[in-house]
C-alpha cells in the first residue's frame, strides 16, 4: 500500500517458521510510518492468501502463540505422507484401467474406496500408464494460483535442454522446479534401455509425490533450501549428488520470476555446497554445473551472486504462457534465458532455429544479435538487432534513442529525470525504486 516496497534481507538464524519452513526477514521501504521496519514473512507464498505468516521481527510471541502456530504448521501440512502416497501409488497401479480415477477438483489419484468421498467433483477414468508418467500434464493447469504457477516449458525447449545435457555427458540431473524436464527424463528411463540420465525433483508442488517415489522427487522450498522431508529427504538429496564422485551432476532450476533472487542464489549455494562435500579430488574448486533459467533482464542480478555465470541466447519457450511462447503465426520472442557457469561455447544452440556461432565471442548468438565491433561483444539481449550509441559508450535497445537531458539513451516518450542519483533500494542506477529488480511488491 501506499507505492511502498519491500526489501529483502534473507534467511535469518533463529526465523520463526511457517508451514512453508522458515520465513524470511524482510524491511519495509519507502513508506513514511513504517519506513525500516523488518519482519518476518513466508518464503514461499507471493499471494497472502496462501499463507498469511506475517511477524515484525521485534515482536514478542507469547508461549501459547507459539504453541499454536506450531499446531497450525503441523496441521497444514499435507493429508498424506509421501510414504503413504507411494503406498497409494502402488495400489493405484494394480488396478484395471477401468477403475482408475483421478480428481480433477483434488488433483489426486482415487483409489476405488474415496469415490464416494468425491462424488460431486468431476474426475477423469481410465488413467493410462502414459497418462501416470506425465503427471505435469494431469495436474497441470495451475496458472490462476499465484504462488504455484508452473509454467511447463515447450516440448520444443524441453527436448533442447534434454539433448544438451545428454551432449554435455551428463548423467545425472538435479530438477529444481522443473518437473516437465524431470518427468521426461524418467519417463524416457523406463522405457528405452540405454538412456542413460537419471534426475532427482526438488519441488514445492507436493502433488507430485502422488507419482515419483522419495528417491524421485523431494518436496523442497528454493527460497529457504528447507526439505520438508526433514533429515530423510536431505540425505536423498546428497546421496544423489555424491554418486559416482560428484561427476557428471548438472542442476537445472527453472523458479517463478518473482524478485527474490537473493533468496533463490542463497538456496542454490547450499546446493552447490552440498555437492562439494565431501571433498572428493577433482572438483574441489570447480562449481557444481548449473543452468537456470530466468528471464534476461535478471541478467545482472544473477551475475552479482554468480559471477562465473553467463547468459545464453536461447529463448526458452513455455506452453502456457500467452507471452512466452511461440505465436501460431510466426515467433513471439519469450525472454527467458540459460544462464550457466558452463563454458559457453559448449552450449550448442540450434543453428535451423537461427542461431549462429560467434567466433569473436566464442558463444552462439541469436539469428539478430550482431556484433558490435565497438563493444567487442554481440550485445543484444532480446535478440532484437540492438544498436551502438557512441555517447552512452555501448549498445542499447533499437527503441531507444540519446536523450542529451538525462545523458544517457531511453525511450523517445520518456519523462526525464533530472537526478542521475541511482535506486534508493540498491544504490543501482537504471532503475527508480518502484521497479528495483531486488523488491517484491505488495
Ligand atoms: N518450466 C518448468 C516449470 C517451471 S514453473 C517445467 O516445465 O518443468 C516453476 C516451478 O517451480 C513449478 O514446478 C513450481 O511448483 C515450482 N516452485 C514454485 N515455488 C517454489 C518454491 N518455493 N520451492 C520449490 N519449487 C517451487
Ligand atoms: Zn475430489
Ligand atoms: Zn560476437
Ligand atoms: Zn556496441
Ligand atoms: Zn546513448
Not at 16 to 33: N, Y
Not at 99 to 111: G, S, Y
Not at 150 to 173: E, M
Amino acid at each position: 500500500p501506499g507505492g511502498g516496497g519491500l526489501a529483502l534481507l534473507g534467511l535469518a538464524p533463529g526465523a520463526p517458521s511457517c508451514p512453508h519452513g522458515p520465513a524470511l526477514l524482510f524491511v519495509k521501504v519507502g513508506q513514511a510510518k513504517e519506513e525500516g521496519r523488518r519482519f518476518y514473512a513466508c518464503s514461499a507464498c507471493r499471494d497472502r492468501r496462501d499463507c498469511n505468516f506475517f511477524q515484525w521481527e521485534d515482536e514478542k510471541v507469547s508461549e501459547t502463540r507459539l504453541a499454536a502456530r506450531e499446531e497450525y504448521n503441523r496441521n497444514h501440512q499435507p493429508f498424506f505422507t509421501h510414504r503413504q502416497n507411494v503406498e497409494r501409488y502402488k495400489n493405484f497401479v494394480l488396478l484395471p484401467l477401468a477403475k482408475r480415477r483421478f480428481c480433477q477438483e483434488c488433483k489426486q489419484l482415487l483409489l476405488p474406496a474415496e469415490w464416494e468421498k468425491h462424488s460431486d467433483h468431476q474426475f477423469l477414468c481410465d488413467i493410462s500408464t502414459a497418462q501416470l508418467k506425465s503427471p505435469s500434464q494431469l495436474l497441470y493447469p495451475l496458472e490462476n494460483k499465484k504462488t504455484n504457477a508452473q509454467y511447463l516449458f515447450a516440448d520444443r525447449s524441453c527436448q533442447f535442454l534434454l539433448d544438451l545435457i545428454i551432449d554435455l555427458g551428463f548423467r545425472r540431473v538435479l530438477s529444481v522446479g522443473t518437473p516437465r524436464l524431470h518427468e521426461m527424463i524418467q519417463s524416457k528411463a523406463s522405457q528405452e534401455e540405454d538412456f542413460r540420465v537419471r534426475s532427482l525433483l526438488l519441488d514445492i508442488d507436493f502433488r507430485y509425490s502422488q507419482f515419483y517415489t522419495e528417491d524421485e522427487f523431494c518436496h523442497y522450498n528454493m527460497f529457504n533450501h528447507y526439505f520438508f522431508g526433514g533429515e530423510a529427504a536431505h540425505e536423498t538429496c546428497r546421496k544423489f549428488l555424491y554418486q559416482d564422485n560428484g561427476e557428471r551432476v548438472i542442476m537445472v532450476t527453472d523458479p517463478p520470476f518473482g524478485g527474490l533472487v537473493e533468496a533463490l542464489a542463497s538456496s542454490f549455494k547450499k546446493l552447490m555446497a552440498m555437492w562439494k562435500e565431501p571433498e572428493k579430488e577433482g572438483h574441489n574448486n570447480q562449481e557444481m554445473p548449473m543452468f537456470w533459467i530466468f528471464p534476461y533482464f535478471f541478467e545482472s542480478r544473477i551475475l552479482e551472486f554468480f559471477p562465473s555465470f553467463s547468459m545464453m541466447d536461447y529463448q526458452v519457450d513455455y506452453d502456457n504462457h500467452a507471452l512466452y511462447k511461440h505465436g501460431k503465426t510466426g515467433r513471439r520472442q519469450s525472454p527467458v534465458r540459460i544462464f550457466t557457469n558452463l563454458t559457453p561455447s559448449m552450449i550448442v544452440l540450434p543453428v535451423e532455429e537461427g542461431y549462429r556461432f560467434c567466433a569473436v565471442c566464442q558463444r552462439y548468438v541469436s539469428s539478430g544479435n550482431q556484433h558490435c565491433e565497438a563493444c567487442n561483444s554481440c550485445t543484444s539481449k532480446d535478440g532484437r538487432r540492438w544498436k551502438h550509441c557512441v555517447l552512452c559508450k555501448k549498445c542499447v535497445k533499437p527503441s531507444w534513442f540519446h536523450c542529451n537531458n538525462c545523458n544517457c539513451c531511453a525511450l523517445q516518450n520518456h519523462t526525464c529525470e533530472k537526478t542521475d542519483a541511482g535506486c534508493f533500494v540498491c544504490g543501482k542506477a537504471g532503475h527508480k525504486r518502484s521497479t528495483c529488480p531486488s523488491l517484491s511488491h505488495t
